[in-house]
């Protein structure tokens, strides 16, 4: 078995194969940082953030670069607006980033660079570019020639007419062909601008990634990830600088995440619907929002409103409240071994070869999760049928769901608690008292235990115990 990603470039299904295995090399184009990220922006860090764990699941050692976007139109008009400088607008959305996406639960790239710390290796690749003839100067900005590279298109599957179309040209740009692009901008008054072999002036956004990705991976990337609404012009732009320069694909892999619709519409500052993240983690769990983005596939669309929300929320502390049960369970484990503990250990077995295949299929987290769910049915069913239970049935299901909730990160699974005495005594102390029919001092007893936040549930087995 191996793991199957779907390869925009080639609009197919392909099995990973990586440059050096283990080794993963992963390229994520990270944010802009001039604002807050929005839900749309989160959904894509969190699917490629459980890309990355599923890989490391399966055995690959996963290298993450993410790189920040510091300086471009976007961040030079904020910073004016609310006059500071861009670095100071940076730092300041960057460190919000990492407290959003941090709370979101995504795990940190491994290699974070930002734009203008790279500027020598972005005018170095530049300046080879127009060697090799793929780019030229006009009055102080440099743009790369798209007529001098047939396969431009090749990741958007459209011809150089239509994309024509759709190209524009900004007022004070002097290009060949208007579906060039900017390489290096020449200084404007009041811009930040660094020194350059064709004078002042700083990078345009798409050469960034190109720049660092070859500096940080000598080599093809194995993925290269991002938003759908980056394939063109961005990642079409990113492998015609790539080659023009190194002459090598840029990645060998392409995947991108569908759209995120807030109540079945587009998601727009026009509309008014943008959700930040920051405001939306005031109201709602993080684990609720992770279940449901990672309830669609990647690929699609998918849409989101406060009663998906609320859905989600009930479906995973179903899953959540099964957990409790398997810990508290537990306590009372034995080394039964019965009918009940086949058929339960056959469908511990099943679910973790079709958790595999489904992640395997370009990461199906949709089918991965029902796939937790049936087995979720199954322990209630055992939890509730068999007794006394068989501890390492129940150790190894519990272990199975920590494996799962390491990739996909929804439920809280703390250490199996156990009793201090005084309260395993009380406990049983009730358990007497209720055999005795003395439901006075049973109740007093549960009373007594909730004041300490010990909630107990009676079962034909026993008593349940969970903390509140
Ligand atoms: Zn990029």
């Not at 839900?39 to 290298?63: M, P, Q, S």
């Not at 009055?139 to 179309?165: C, E, H, I, K, W």
């Not at 992770?290 to 009930?314: C, G, K, M, T, W």
């Not at 087995?461 to 903390?467: F, L, Q, S």
């Amino acid at each position: 078995m191996a793991v199957k990603i779907y390869n925009t470039l080639t609009r197919s299904k392909e099995e990973l194969k990586p440059g050096a295995p283990p080794l993963v090399t992963f390229y994520v184009c990270g944010p802009t940082v001039y604002d807050y990220i929005h839900i749309g922006n989160g959904r894509i860090f969190i699917i490629f953030d459980v890309v990355r764990r599923y890989l490391a699941y399966r055995g690959y050692e996963v290298k993450l670069i993410q790189n920040y976007t510091d300086i471009d139109d976007k961040m030079i008009n904020r910073a004016n607006e609310e006059g500071i400088t861009v670095k100071e607008l940076a730092d300041r959305f960057i460190q919000a980033y990492e407290e959003d996406v941090g709370a979101l639960r995504v795990r940190p790239a491994d290699i974070k660079p930002k734009a203008t710390d790279h500027i020598p290796q972005i005018i170095n690749l530049v300046e080879r570019l127009i060697e090799n003839g793929y780019a030229y100067k006009t009055n102080g900005d440099v743009y790369f020639d798209t007529g001098s590279y047939p396969q431009y298109g090749q990741l958007t599957r459209q011809n150089r007419d239509d994309l024509l179309a759709g190209a524009r040209v900004e007022p004070g740009e002097k290009k060949k062909n208007p579906l060039d692009f900017v390489l290096w901008k020449q200084k404007k008054e009041g811009e930040p601008a660094w020194d350059s072999p064709w004078g002042e002036g700083r990078p345009g956004w798409h050469i960034e990634c190109s720049a660092m990705s070859t500096y940080y991976i000598d080599d093809a990337l194995d993925i290269h990830a991002g938003g759908a609404d980056l394939i063109f012009p961005h990642h079409e732009n990113e492998i015609a600088q790539t080659w023009g320069a190194e002459k090598r694909p840029l990645a060998r892999y392409w995947m991108h995440a569908g759209y995120l619709n807030i109540e079945e519409q587009k998601m727009s500052k026009s509309l008014g619907n943008v959700l930040t993240v920051r405001n939306l983690l005031k109201e709602h769990d993080p684990f609720d929002l992770r279940f449901l983005i990672l309830s669609a596939h990647y690929r699609s669309p998918l849409n989101f409103s406060d009663e998906l929300v609320a859905q989600s929320r009930s479906g995973r502390l179903r899953l959540q409240e099964m957990v409790n049960n398997l810990l508290s369970a537990l306590d009372s484990a034995a080394d039964t071994e019965g009918e009940k503990e086949k058929v339960l250990r056959k469908e511990l077995k099943d679910a973790k070869t079709r958790f595999v295949e489904a992640m395997d299929d370009d990461f199906n987290t949709a089918d991965a999760l029902g796939v937790i769910f049936d087995l979720a049915r199954s322990i209630n069913i055992y939890l509730n049928e068999a007794y006394p239970y068989n501890r390492e049935l129940l150790e190894e299901a519990l272990r199975y769901y920590r494996d799962v909730n390491d990739i996909f990160e929804l439920l809280d699974i703390s250490e199996p608690e156990s009793l201090d005495d005084e309260i395993a005594d009380k406990i049983a102390r009730r358990d007497k008292a209720r055999a005795e029919k003395d439901f006075a001092t049973a109740d007093q007893i549960r009373d007594e235990l909730l004041e300490r936040g010990i909630i107990l549930e009676d079962t034909p087995h026993g008593t349940r115990w969970k903390k509140k």
